[in-house]
């Protein structure tokens, strides 16, 4: 069995320069050979192939199932089937498998030939032919001896009777050009030149041999010659056809590109002159590349990736003319794979008129497109409005003094100026927002309302301006933002003062431009919305820190209005709790109807540091642990920060201005020296003088006002 074995191996060199996979396998599935290219595929080195049997890569064999596959093989002879081959790396992929069963030494084997789906035609088309493994086969001339030994498949190739009519004297003589053959296998026997060339044979009708011959050496010695020869016929005959094909390729109105993977044009249809515009000598000497700019090698290559994989790409592309010209195509490319090499044919059709169908088409189906989701998305958005808020329209005053912030909002909601609500947190500047909305024009469009400290700083943007899929990481689909739902309508950024820096611009853009770009998007996009910002910030002193733009500022600030907190408007609390009191049994399930007036009393005389937004939860929490129907003080309202409060406050710059008198009078006037206010009040002299000219102090002024 080992003479066996060593005779194979030697054998199986021949095989190693085939351009598909080959494997011998012994009755026991063991594999005793493997070429190059199997071993390549599977991703096994040679010696490693040869410890492994049939079920290490058909991970479905079974021994049962493979006693019944040898006899199958034994009994036919041949037989071809599909299967799924298992990688070293544990990749699975499909093959075709040819298999037939061969004698030598008086011991059976079985010869399997395999090859990916995806190989080109021309490999699929060989094997799908392939009766037998005889199409292709193998010799080795012996040159100390003169002996030559050759398969039997390659004394079919060459209709010769034994090895001995393939020596170099004989063989030379079936093939029409002997000369040449002659003169070959001259440079390989004496000077070690290898050849491989394809020859017609004196055969009527002739057929195409190829030959492939190589020097085997020891030392510096050339003791064998080891040849193959395979039929190819078939395919020297379809290119033989090639010139018909092309006579038919030119008389289409298609554009017709066969290109290699390099990106070389290597036939065309001579349509591509006419519409293109280049001569013949022009193209013959452009490549992909040249006739179209806008193709990276990037493109190319993945382009190329997707033909070997999936063996087709069908796209739209631009093509430009000659004189710098586009028109739209569409573009069929299949994979071609011929003498192991990669070639595309692109089948190109000029969609000109298609598109202009199509633009028209795709426009009015746009429209309507953009009507519905904008409709949608206000309705979902209104939907959760709905669901989380109250009705903001009733906005709750008794009190004079907050009576004052009403007028601002009646006389700035009619018209279309841009307004800055400022106030302390829990004041309802939100409720001011909805109603300059609800007495506005745009009323009947929707108000989206957006907290910008809510979100994250990697988010605002997108959620203010919507962006494109793939913009990010997870933009997994398009989103529109909160501008684009405004459109028409008004658009209310609390805590604008939260808003990033780097994002003021964006905003700068669309209150002087009304237009803003989308996150990953190609193309402007127009608006027509009314801003209504909020903040409890003091913005001026932002500027001064440099947080927020003075142009932003200036911008939001056309209207201003501020917001008074709740113990400046102390008669609204009565109602404000009978509201939240009301509101909260009713929730509850529970009977309170009224307040008691200790009750009252104890709210009037807390001063809500939390305003309205606090008193809203501590009504809440009272309706929780308390019992109706009159809700009296309890443990819920916090001791600890009643104050007395005064109902009449003097502004910070009332105070500032009655102190600085109060220093004046101390110092009898005096302003500048060791003695002076300014030294008292730590101030230069003449920052402290201006201070009193803008507050209007002056030396006649004896008592506090």
Excluded at 329 to 340: E, W
Excluded at 563 to 571: E, S, T
């Amino acid at each position: 069995m080992d003479n066996t074995m060593d005779d194979l191996q030697i054998k199986g060199w021949l095989i190693d320069q085939l351009p598909y996979e080959m494997v011998w396998v012994r009755e026991d599935s063991q594999i005793i050979y493997a070429n190059a290219k199997f071993c390549e595929g599977v991703g096994y080195s040679q010696k490693e192939c040869m410890k492994l049997k049939v079920s290490d890569i058909n991970v479905t064999v079974t021994p049962e199932s493979w006693k019944n596959h040898w006899e199958e093989v034994m009994t036919k002879g041949a037989v071809q089937f599909r299967a799924v081959h298992k990688t070293k790396k544990g990749k699975f992929y499909e093959v075709e498998v040819h298999v037939q069963k061969f004698s030598y030494n008086g011991n059976y084997y079985i010869c399997g030939t395999t090859n990916e789906f995806s190989e080109s035609s021309f490999y699929k088309n060989l094997i799908d032919n392939t009766h037998s493994i005889a199409n292709v086969g193998g010799w080795e001339l012996n040159l100390h001896d003169g002996s030559i030994l050759a398969t039997n498949c390659a004394l079919d190739i060459l209709n010769a009777k034994s090895s001995e009519d393939l020596t170099p004297p004989k063989v030379i003589h079936r093939f029409k050009d002997s000369g040449r053959f002659k003169f070959l296998l001259g440079q390989v026997i004496r000077k070690g030149i290898a050849f491989d060339e394809l020859f017609e044979t004196k055969d009527s009708p002739p057929r195409y041999i190829r030959t492939v011959a190589k020097p085997i050496l020891k030392g510096d010695k050339i003791y064998k010659i080891l040849g193959v020869y395979q039929d190819v016929t078939e395919i020297k005959h379809k290119e033989n056809d090639v010139t018909l094909y092309k006579t038919v390729i030119d008389n289409v109105e298609d554009l017709i590109y066969v290109y290699n993977d390099k990106g070389d044009l290597l036939l065309y249809s001579e349509s591509l002159i006419e519409k293109l515009g280049y001569s013949k000598e022009e193209l013959d000497q452009m490549g992909m590349f040249d006739l179209d700019t806008a193709v990276t090698e990037e493109f190319y290559d993945a382009h190329f990736d997707m033909l070997r994989t999936k063996g087709s790409h069908r796209f739209e592309w631009l093509i430009s003319r000659k004189d710098g010209t586009k028109f739209p195509v569409d573009i069929t490319s299949s994979h071609l794979k011929y003498y192991d090499e990669d070639y595309s044919c692109s089948v190109v059709r000029d969609i000109t008129a298609k598109k202009m169908r199509d633009l028209q088409l795709y426009e009015a189906l746009e429209e309507i497109k953009s009507l519905k989701d904008r409709l949608e998305n206000e309705n979902e958005y209104l939907q959760e409005e709905i669901s989380n808020k109250i009705n903001f329209n009733n906005i709750i005053c008794q009190s004079e003094s907050y009576k004052s912030v009403l007028i601002q909002v009646d006389q700035v909601a009619p018209t279309e100026t841009t307004v800055l609500i400022t106030g302390e947190s829990g004041t309802g500047k939100e409720l001011l927002a909805s109603a300059i909305h609800s007495g506005s024009g745009r009323k009947n469009r929707p108000l989206i309302k957006i907290n910008c400290a809510t979100l994250p700083k990697d988010l605002i943007e997108s959620e203010l301006f919507g962006h494109k899929k793939g913009a990010f990481t997870g933009a997994i689909n398009d989103k529109a933002g909160k501008f684009t739902l405004a459109d028409g309508g008004s658009i209310f950024l609390d805590e604008i003062g939260e808003l990033p820096l780097e994002l003021q611009p964006k905003l700068l853009r669309v209150l002087q431009e009304g237009e803003y770009d989308e996150l990953g998007g190609t193309k402007t996009i127009k608006i027509d919305v009314r801003i209504i910002a909020a903040t409890n910030r003091d913005l001026k002193e932002m500027i001064r820190e440099g947080k927020f733009r003075e142009d932003l500022y200036y911008r939001l600030n056309v209207f201003p209005i501020h917001n008074i907190p709740l113990r400046a408007r102390k008669d609204d609390i009565p109602l404000l709790a009978q509201f939240f009191l009301e509101k909260y049994s009713a929730k509850a399930g529970k009977t309170f109807k009224r307040l008691s007036k200790d009750t009252i009393d104890a709210l009037m005389n807390y001063n809500f540091p939390g305003n309205i937004r606090e008193l809203e939860n501590m009504i809440e929490r009272a309706v929780i642990v308390e019992n109706g129907p009159t809700l009296k003080p309890g443990n819920w309202i916090p001791e600890k920060d009643i104050v007395a409060a005064s109902s009449d406050f003097k502004s910070f710059e009332a105070n500032q201005r009655d102190y600085i008198i109060e220093v004046l009078d101390h110092t009898n006037w005096r302003v500048s020296g060791p003695n002076g206010a300014a030294k008292i009040l730590k101030m230069k002299d003449k920052t402290l003088f201006a201070k009193m000219k803008r507050l209007g102090i002056e030396k006649k002024v004896s008592l506090k006002s």
